[in-house]
């Protein structure tokens, strides 16, 4: 009789286990199969996951300043905590979080988020003292000057029990060489907020530097740290992070020369990208696979992104120092991704961010954002997808459509019409209707606050000068001849006369 009740107690814990999740895809891999489902629906933004391994909670931040947590028994979502004095705008808010759970006393959970004083506004890296999904005793651990954009922020507790911290340059290049600021770096500290000892320079909280705009931060099984990070108009990145090492940004970018015949003395000392990408894809969050859960996936890099809303999967080299393989995943189906986890099991969790400020065509859905559940399956249901291999693209010899989508869409979008207040449309701009010189000038050089037809725009425009001639031309001539601009077009010729 006690045996029978012991099964039955069992039974009923594992149908309330088992909540029917619906299974979108099949993802057919060489050996595997994976399912792809719903975990949360309808929330807003949200940007970092963590797992709680002791009550099987995902506990996830969303950008307006709200932790909640996902219970993986149940489904359900609730709130945790609302922050006060969450400064969100654009790209700022509450970032990025990090949960310890190592010791069985002394759980924290480290979080980053943006606040607004006056006129200042602050990055700053909190400490919670966290308990079975609640939270409290807030402990500032470290407060440094943020921007409206480039406020970098992943955390991570890593091995080695020290607090990293990835901060973004605050939109002003210079901070990231100079050593002094702890801006455009990747901080190191004890769990207390203190200068650990054995950092690489003396009483600096400083591990690493020369990052303009990080958005991915992870460890692998072997101790490995990586980040992933936004370039400006080119060169996406992927770093593999040693102590001290400088890697390179505003002075070089990702696999190219030195941007000033002066800096190519210095190329050697910076470290250049394990992986990077041109046109860019705004990749963002990153997590370690190492579980035999997936073979075919074991020791490799799991990475959202924004841009070209997409998963991918980078194969990495037995020593972790190189990635041998790229494929993609979901491409435009599921909008822009923002964070991905992998738990102990070897399931993976991702969130897209369909509500942040650069919603991408045919997004928001109405049920977004949502976080979704990566885990093998044995069953074959809905539609059957499998990875691509991602092949680098060449920019030679291509039109100026496909030029415009991978350069310019990101901002001003496909159908030029930009984002009111945030990305100047191109539609019947006086601008792109008027003197090339001037158009040609904009590309070359970028553009920062002007007024445009009464409007001042917070985001800068990128300068375009690693585009050829003939690229540059096949882009202006396709802004002047669509979004009903109807104005002449130009040949190679004339555009290196405007130079
Ligand atoms: C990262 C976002 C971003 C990208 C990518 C971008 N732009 Fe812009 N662009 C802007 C912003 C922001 C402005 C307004 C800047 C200001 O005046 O402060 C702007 C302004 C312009 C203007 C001036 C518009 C006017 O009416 O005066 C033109 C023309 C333009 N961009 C063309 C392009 C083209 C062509 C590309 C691709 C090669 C491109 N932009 C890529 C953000 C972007």
Known sequence: MRRLTIIYCILLALSCT????????TIALENSLLSLSVAADSLNVPWDLQYDQENNYLIFSEIRG???KLDLNSGKVSLIKKLPNVFQQRTTGLL?????QARESDQYLFLSYTSKVNDQIFSNLYRYIYKDGELSL?????????????NGSRIMVGKD??????????AIDSNAQDVKRLNGKILRLNLDGSVPKDNPMANSYVYAWGFRNMQGLTQGDNGMIYTSEHGDAVEDEINFIMPLHNYGWPLV????????????SKAKSFTTPIQSWTPVIAPAGIAYYGSMKIPEWRNSLILTTLKSQSLRILKLSEDGKAVIDEYTLFKDQLGRLRSVITLPNGDIYFCSSNRDWNPQKGFPKPTDDRIYKLSVSDQNVGQVVRPNKTEATSTQEVSGKMLYESYCASCHKADGKGIPNTF?????????????????NILRNGLKDKTIAGVKYD???PAFSFLKDEETTAIINYIRTHFNNQSSTITTKQLKQTN
Do not use: C, R
């Open 18 to 25: 088992s909540k029917k999740e619906e299974i979108i895809n």
């Open 66 to 68: 709200e932790i909640k």
């Open 96 to 100: 990025g979080m990090a949960l310890y």
């Open 138 to 150: 807030p402990k500032l651990l470290l407060q440094i000057p943020g921007n409206t954009g480039h």
């Open 161 to 170: 029990q020290k607090v990293y911290w990835s901060t973004g340059d605050a």
């Open 253 to 264: 970018e990702g696999k190219n020369a030195p941007k000033n015949a002066a800096d190519s």
């Open 424 to 440: 100047p449309s191109l539609e019947k701009s006086a601008t792109v209707n008027g003197d090339i010189k001037a158009l040609a």
């Open 459 to 461: 985001a800068l425009m």
